[in-house]
């Protein structure tokens, strides 16, 4: 092709351009036009629309570029509904830009739309991340190698040796359990059960029987015996599922909870269930009276016996025995509430009557910057409930598996957690498993890190910062949440990574997911917290925001954008309201 010719062919083809360019010009103007001539606002709306400077049509996925600025900076559509959800559980259907990893984001953000504010994903703040405390943990640990003061063999299956003490002491003093109430306590035990055993010898010698005697004595504060290392909570959450329950199982979820510990429970073909929850989570008293009543049964066959005219077979009741009960009873994700302290002991109570195990995920018992003390976590409650009850002690049920890691207290990509359950009991059916048999701990090296960390004053002060830190950032989000203040309602925390918040009144997080995502601020849909489908429904109206993520001003910005999305919802169905009235 000549020089001439290609010349010829780009004039060509700008000239298309720029006859292309006009045309999306006018196509934008008219439907400005129309919009506004067919829509007219109430006051509230026509209020918020001038002080906007807003259309009143929703942006759809599939008619992205229907939310139209009339201001000079025009908002360019983000959305496209032929896109792929790459990363569905935090921005769900958005092109994905390849935005550059901010100061603040986590790298699993990597593909969300450029600038975006995301309040929706639970992961901490890059900044925030104790990269010099890990560093010098390792350099600790590379000297002690080199002076052969660390060993790299195997781990025994609970984990490195001398860790799982350091790991304990930690915790002791985190929980700020004593070592003198475990001896007042375990005094008190035994005491009660040598009265016990004097009972039972005199009861034996009258009906002229002999059985075994009380010999297990339970502390009451946690002990090195009582924690096994794991690769974080969700490891924990594995073990204790592929330990404690086979396929079809059922599993007791709160309706909102963890979504991604569900994922879990899938994986092992388990049936997930919801008992009522109340403003503190799980509902134990529900839970109690369907184990006490048992299920209705509704024969499927039912539905093809009524259609043929046939009578239907009758109804009936079956027995509801679950294998397990997760709860995040603490700060609990996503909505914030701690279970008080009578109901855990109701649940534990319950368990030993029923025989199903509780994975209590205490993430968040750690995090907490209440000035309430917290409740007992589960495993102190079980403890206590051995004490009371000597002939439980001796058994071989145990049913408290407590999960927790150093995700949210150090940093996530370290892998490393524990579980704590009361005594040695159930933590033996850990070190049982095939692949702890063959590999040793899985937590592994990275365990002897964190345990260099942990023996230094700073980290616990890094650790209380931290606390500082996401107690400061909550109440930005909770005072400009009510300052906002466009019809929500939440509870403030005193703890963990969340406020759950509740729409208002006809908007839904379907319904906010559009205008949201043309304003770029993501949050999570409550219905993404559902334990299963059937309660899908009940969550519509909820979403999750987390404070941990970002910044103060970062979350400010979040919130005018979250809140100015929720006044279009609510202008649109104003006008659309007003609109079909008319008609
Ligand atoms: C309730 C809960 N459990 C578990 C996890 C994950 O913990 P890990 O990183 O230790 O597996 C999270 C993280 O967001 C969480 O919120």
């Not at 207290?409 to 159930?426: K, N, Q, Y």
Request: glycine letters at 6%; proline letters at 5%.
């Amino acid at each position: 092709m000549g020089r001439a010719h290609k010349f010829l062919v780009r004039v060509v083809r700008f000239c298309f351009f720029l006859q292309e360019g006009k045309q999306q010009q006018r196509g934008e103007a008219s439907s400005l036009k129309n919009i506004q001539v067919s829509h007219p606002t109430s006051y509230m709306s026509s209020h918020f629309l001038t002080n906007h400077n807003y259309s009143v049509q929703p942006p759809s996925s599939s008619s992205p570029s229907k939310i139209i600025s009339t201001t000079t900076k025009s908002i360019k559509s983000t959305t496209t509904p032929t896109n792929k959800r790459k990363h569905s559980y935090y921005y769900p259907t958005t092109i994905m830009a390849s935005a550059k990893i901010g100061p603040t984001q986590s790298p699993l953000l990597a593909n969300q739309p450029k600038d975006t504010i995301n309040l929706a994903v639970g992961h901490p703040m890059h900044s925030e991340l104790p990269n010099k405390i890990i560093s010098d943990a390792l350099k600790r640990c590379g000297s002690k190698l080199k002076h052969n003061q660390l060993d790299l063999n195997y781990i025994p299956s609970e984990g490195p040796t001398g860790a799982v003490e350091e790991l304990c002491s930690f915790l002791r003093r985190q929980y700020k359990e004593e070592e003198k109430e475990e001896e007042m306590r375990v005094t008190g035990y035994q005491a009660k059960t040598e009265q016990n055993e004097n009972d039972e010898k005199k009861m034996q010698s009258k009906a002229g029987t002999t059985t075994t005697t009380a010999t297990t004595a339970t502390k009451n504060v946690l002990q090195p015996e009582d924690i096994f290392f794991t690769s974080g909570v969700s490891h924990g959450i594995e073990m204790a599922t592929s330990i404690l329950a086979k396929p079809n199982d059922i599993v007791v979820c709160e309706k909102a909870t963890y979504f991604l510990a569900t994922k879990i429970f899938e994986d092992h073909d388990m049936e997930i269930t919801t008992v009522k929850s109340n403003e503190f989570g799980l509902d134990v008293n529900a839970l109690k009276i369907r184990l006490e009543e048992g299920d209705t049964f509704i024969n499927p066959i039912n539905s093809i016996l009524e259609n043929v005219g046939a009578t239907p077979r009758k109804k009936r009741k079956v027995l509801f025995r679950p294998k397990l009960v997760y709860i995040v009873p603490t700060h609990s994700n996503p909505q914030g509430v701690t279970m008080p302290q009578k109901a855990r002991e109701e649940l534990v109570r319950l368990a030993h009557e029923y025989k199903f195990h509780i994975i209590a995920d205490e993430v968040y018992h750690i995090l907490s910057w209440s000035k309430e003390p917290l409740p007992d976590r589960f495993c102190k409650v079980e403890r206590k409930y051995l004490a009371k009850n000597p002939e439980e002690a001796n058994g071989d049920f145990r049913a408290v598996v407590s999960v927790s890691s150093f995700t949210k207290i150090l940093a996530p990509a370290l892998r490393v957690g524990w579980i704590e359950t009361a005594d040695s009991v159930m933590r033996g059916e850990f070190s049982k498993r095939g692949y702890i048999i063959s590999g040793g701990n899985s937590a592994g090296f990275s365990a002897n890190v964190v345990c260099e960390a942990i023996k230094q004053t700073e980290t616990e002060a890094f650790m209380n910062d931290l606390k500082g830190s996401y107690a400061s950032r909550c109440a930005v989000l909770c005072n400009k949440l009510e300052r906002e203040g466009c019809g929500w309602e939440f509870e403030k925390p005193s703890g963990g990574y969340f406020v759950w918040i509740k729409l208002p009144e006809g908007v839904t997080s379907k319904s906010l997911e559009p205008y949201a995502q043309h304003l770029k601020v993501a949050y999570l849909a409550g219905e993404r917290c559902s334990a299963n489908d059937a309660c899908k429904e009940d969550l519509e109206r909820y979403i999750r925001l987390c404070f941990a993520h970002l910044s103060a001003s970062e979350i400010q910005e979040g919130v005018s954008k979250l809140s100015e999305a929720v006044l279009r919802v609510m202008s649109f169905q104003d006008v659309e309201s007003k609109r079909l009235g008319e008609d």
